[in-house]
């Protein structure tokens, strides 16, 4: 079935462009619905209009956590969409907020992508963190949200190399190259086949 996606997004927006790229170049069989991003003059946002895809900018300073998610769920009540799309969105998302979006089956409607081989190396910068731990292979994971940071069902991980003379900028952009392949290709799958979990860690992209 064709996904109808919001995309939430809090900075550079690389992956949000390569979903966005896919669906126009006809791999990915998607729409977005709309962009939501919690922090102004987001490259995210700029790339959206580009896209000419609908966004919504919700700043949340000031604010308690569930009064800037229930702006959230009230901005999107709007649209019907399948699956919300985390794109480097550097806020956590409550239980509450993932009630809204669970899923029959059990799961949440809601789908990251982290820059590691998750479980290892969760939190905020895990390329730098995965690099100075001095790893030789590294990867990305996507996968359902759950209540816990950077955890989930696993739906797919992709692996990277380090490579000898590697500095974590260069590390960092071999990663987010697989990224922008790996994203599109699980939506695909998921457009294709639904939800299909892997067992943790098995590496199937
Ligand atoms: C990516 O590295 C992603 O894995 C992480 O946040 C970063 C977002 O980058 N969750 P961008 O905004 O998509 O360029």
Same mark, same amino acid.
């Given at each position: 079935?064709?996904?109808?996606?919001? !995309?939430?997004?809090? *900075?550079?927006?690389?992956?949000?462009?390569?979903?966005?790229?896919?669906?126009?170049?006809?791999?990915?069989?998607?729409?977005?619905?709309?962009?939501?991003?919690?922090? =102004? %003059?987001? #490259?995210?946002?700029?790339?959206?209009? =580009?896209? %000419?895809? +609908?966004?919504?900018?919700?700043?949340?300073? #000031?604010?308690?956590?569930?009064?800037?998610? &229930?702006?959230?769920?009230?901005?999107?009540?709007?649209?019907?969409?399948?699956? !919300?799309?985390?794109?480097?969105?550097?806020?956590?998302?409550? /239980?509450?907020?993932?009630?809204?979006?669970?899923?029959?089956?059990?799961? @949440?409607?809601?789908?990251?992508?982290?820059?590691?081989?998750?479980?290892?190396? /969760?939190?905020?910068?895990?390329?730098?963190?995965?690099? &100075?731990? %001095?790893?030789?292979?590294?990867?990305? +994971?996507?996968?359902?949200?759950?209540? &816990?940071?950077?955890?989930?069902?696993?739906?797919?991980?992709?692996?990277?190399?380090?490579? /000898? *003379?590697? +500095?974590?900028?260069? @590390?960092?952009?071999? %990663?987010?190259?697989?990224?922008?392949?790996?994203?599109?290709?699980?939506?695909?799958?998921?457009?294709?086949? #639904?939800?299909?979990? +892997?067992?943790?860690?098995?590496?199937?992209?």
């Amino acid at each position: 079935m064709s996904l109808k996606l919001a !995309i939430f997004a809090s *900075g550079r927006g690389s992956n949000m462009r390569a979903i966005l790229q896919s669906i126009a170049d006809g791999y990915l069989d998607a729409s977005v619905a709309v962009a939501v991003c919690n922090e =102004e %003059g987001a #490259g995210a946002l700029k790339i959206a209009r =580009e896209f %000419g895809v +609908t966004s919504i900018c919700l700043p949340h300073s #000031g604010m308690k956590r569930r009064e800037h998610e &229930e702006k959230v769920l009230a901005a999107l009540k709007d649209f019907d969409i399948d699956f !919300i799309v985390l794109a480097g969105y550097m806020r956590i998302l409550s /239980p509450a907020f993932l009630k809204s979006f669970k899923d029959p089956a059990g799961y @949440f409607r809601v789908i990251n992508i982290h820059p590691s081989l998750l479980p290892a190396f /969760p939190g905020v910068d895990a390329y730098k963190d995965a690099f &100075e731990a %001095g790893v030789e292979v590294s990867g990305i +994971t996507v996968h359902l949200v759950d209540e &816990e940071v950077d955890h989930g069902p696993i739906l797919a991980q992709a692996e990277f190399a380090r490579l /000898p *003379g590697d +500095t974590l900028d260069s @590390f960092r952009a071999r %990663g987010l190259a697989v990224e922008h392949q790996l994203y599109p290709k699980v939506l695909q799958q998921i457009a294709r086949e #639904g939800v299909r979990v +892997t067992p943790r860690g098995s590496v199937t992209a």
